[in-house]
Every structure is written in structure tokens, then in C-alpha cells.
């Protein structure tokens, strides 16, 4: 079983929908969950963390249950921009190695 | 720039060869990481650096893989005897250590490494 695991993807979806990602991981030691979003042959963008608490940054929620080990990225009114690939990051227990699901891709249409 | 730059952008080599591949982070922050990221997957981790000294590497860092932080300052990441398997994309990052919780890594822009 993979460290941590997203929704194999690719999502497309129409431009102002929304859209949820989730992502499992399986280190109950894990201390820091982050969202980062990759464009094609860039490089990973942080673009959230994710506190126990949830936290929201404009269109974009991120949630985190620790009982489930289990971590969301909700984006809410689409827009074509956000097509990229999302990655869930967890921190390994150690405070400096992250370990990094395979992405879901993201293909938001007109 | 303060960003983290790496370099070279794209690297080209046959099978056989041994390149080096040059980060440079961003100036205040002392750790700093090596990645290899392959069409699909995320990145993985290779090695870690916290000022010069290398603290952790992967046990995906064969013996042909070295990499090196002399000054706490630039680090270099060199293949000896390059196979195929190690096209990827080599991703640095860097970030500020100390006891707050970690906000992420910035990383460079990688440098893409196709072995023919």
C-alpha cells in the first residue's frame, strides 16, 4: 500500500463546477498535510496547507480528519485556470520529509 | 531572484555518462532537498541536507548517486554511470528548518534528465 493515495484522476469537469479531491495516508504519525499544484513540466506550487480545523483560501477548502487519515481539497466555481495536477503532501513524522501522493489530474472544460 | 534556481534546465546524456546537476536555494533558508519526479508520479524523496551536512538519503540514492553541500550554500547532485532508468526530473527544494511546524518547500524549476 502506498504511503499516501489520491483518486487516480483525471477529473474533467466543466467550468464553474465543483470539485473534490481526497487523498488517504497511512503514517498515524504524520504531523503536516499540505495541497500543491502542479502545472505540466513545472514545478510542484505549494498551495495550501491543511489544518485540523479546516481552513479556506477563496475558492479553495481543504479539510482533514486524522481518526480517518484522510485529507480533502474542495475547489468550488471552476475556472479554467485551475486545470493542473493536485498533489497531497504529508509530512513523514520527522518534520522535514514529505511524502507525496501520485496527483490528480485536473481538466477543467469551457 | 530569490527563488531556488537549478541548473541545467534540460541535460541530455548516452548511457554510460556522469552528470551534475547545480541548486542554489533561497539564501536564508538552511535545508535543503533533492527529488526525482518520473511521468505520473509525485515526487520522491533522495536526500536531505540541513547546512552541509547531509542528515538523511534515500535508499533510492544508489551508490552512483552523490550529492554534496560544501559551504551550507549550493548543493550538487552527480550520476555516475547514468542508465536509462534514471530519466526523470530532478526537483530541489528548500526550506526553513527550526522547531516551527513546516510550511512547505519551495522548489526549483528541476532539471530534466533524459539518458538515451
Known amino acids: 500500500r502506498k504511503e499516501v493515495e489520491q483518486d487516480p484522476g483525471p477529473f474533467n469537469v466543466p467550468e464553474g463546477a465543483t470539485v473534490a479531491f481526497n487523498c488517504t495516508y497511512s503514517n498515524s504519525a504524520s504531523q503536516s498535510f499540505f495541497w500543491y499544484r502542479q502545472d505540466c513540466r513545472k514545478e510542484p506550487k505549494l498551495l495550501m496547507s491543511v489544518y485540523s480545523s479546516g481552513n479556506e483560501d477563496g475558492r479553495f477548502t481543504a479539510q482533514l480528519n486524522r481518526a480517518s487519515q484522510y485529507i480533502s481539497l474542495l475547489i468550488r466555481d471552476s475556472k479554467l485556470s485551475d486545470s493542473a495536477t493536485y498533489l497531497c503532501v504529508v509530512n513523514k513524522g520527522s518534520n522535514y520529509q514529505l511524502i507525496w501522493g501520485a496527483g490528480t489530474k485536473l481538466i477543467i472544460k469551457p | 531572484d530569490t527563488g531556488v534556481s537549478q541548473d541545467p534546465r534540460h541535460k541530455i546524456t548516452k548511457r554510460g555518462q556522469n552528470v551534475t546537476f547545480r541548486c542554489d536555494p533561497i539564501?536564508?533558508?538552511?535545508?535543503l532537498y533533492w527529488y526525482r519526479q518520473t511521468l505520473g508520479q509525485g515526487p520522491e524523496f533522495l536526500t536531505y541536507?540541513?547546512?552541509?551536512?547531509?542528515?538523511?538519503k534515500s535508499r533510492l540514492l544508489s551508490d552512483r548517486f552523490s550529492a554534496e553541500r560544501p559551504k551550507g550554500s549550493f548543493s550538487t547532485l552527480e550520476i555516475q554511470r547514468t542508465e536509462q532508468g534514471d530519466s526523470a526530473m530532478y526537483l530541489c527544494?528548500?526550506?526553513?528548518?527550526?522547531?516551527?511546524?513546516?510550511?512547505?518547500?519551495?522548489f526549483g524549476s528541476g532539471t530534466r534528465l533524459t539518458v538515451v
Open positions: 539564501s536564508e533558508h538552511n535545508r
Open positions: 541536507f540541513q547546512n552541509e551536512a547531509q542528515l538523511e
Open positions: 527544494a528548500s526550506s526553513l528548518g527550526g522547531d516551527s511546524p513546516p510550511y512547505g518547500y519551495t
